[in-house]
């Protein structure tokens, strides 16, 4: 009895160390209790155009004339931020899953990664995170894929095209953006919202439950939306051209929409 104990009190105080946070499918989820001293490590990366962030971790990115990331937080979780370049994408994540148990190092203990690069192409996010660019990324073409319930946000984007893909329950705002064509699809209960500005061809899907909210501000043409499911599709603005396609109990709300030269 006495060797069947000691295994399981072990587990027990293990457990007391850390905070259990939430229980999924996917197995229980625990996070740390830090250290309150702080840290910034610097990484010597470079060579990347794409960014794919992988479970928690908070991204801020600023297009830049050199290469630079740094991981900011409490000194005994930094290391646990696994930055690495593969092929021309820089890959940000968590250090891991260990069997059932998902380590959350994340945003609440303030641990951010701030990155720069002379040029972004594409930015994948799978996860709780987030990404957030405060600044004018230009490029010629921006993809945009997040998948699960984490958050994107772009202050400003000037590019020939944008393609922007949501599935999940996650955020994606791009505040303004100036393009000549645009693709946005929602697929879940998720929330889509752009403005944007110059753009001949605009592509908008949404199957399911969320909401595509897009404001058109000048020199805009062409507009389809297709809608399957519950969620709604709002527009504003001015276009040359209107189309729509509905199946589903959602709406395709164009009352703010001028149609027209």
């Not at 004018?136 to 590019?159: E, M, R, Y």
């Not at 199957?207 to 599709?233: K, N, P, W, Y």
């Amino acid at each position: 009895m006495k060797k069947i104990l000691l295994p399981v009190l072990l587990v027990v105080v293990a457990l007391t160390m850390i905070s259990c946070s939430t229980c999924s499918d996917s197995g229980f989820k625990f996070s740390y209790t830090s250290s309150d001293e702080m840290e910034v490590a610097t990484r010597d990366i470079r060579g990347f155009e794409k960014i794919e962030v992988i479970g928690s971790p908070t991204v801020f990115y600023n297009q830049a004339d050199s290469f630079s990331v740094r991981v900011k937080g409490p000194k005994d979780l930094v290391p646990n931020i696994i930055t690495e370049v593969n092929g021309n994408t820089l890959s940000i994540r968590n250090k891991g899953k260990i069997g059932i148990v998902n380590v959350d190092f994340g945003r609440k203990k303030g641990l951010s990664v701030y990155v720069t690069s002379p040029d972004l192409t594409g930015v994948v996010l799978s996860g709780s995170g987030d990404f957030i660019s405060e600044r004018t990324v230009d490029t010629d073409v921006l993809n945009i894929q997040l998948k699960g319930s984490g958050d994107i946000k772009f202050a400003d984007v000037v590019c020939d095209r944008c393609d922007a893909e949501l599935v999940g329950s996650g955020d994606l705002d791009i505040e303004h953006l100036d393009t000549r064509e645009t693709s946005a699809t929602l697929i879940g209960s998720g929330d889509l919202d752009i403005r944007q500005m110059n753009a001949a061809n605009t592509q908008l899907q949404l199957r399911g439950s969320g909401d595509i909210d897009v404001e058109f501000l000048s020199g805009c043409g062409s507009v389809t939306a297709e809608l399957q499911g519950s969620g709604d599709i709002s527009l504003k603005g001015r276009v040359e051209h209107f189309e729509m396609r509905k199946r589903g109990s959602g709406d395709i709300n164009s009352n703010d929409l001028k149609v027209g030269q």
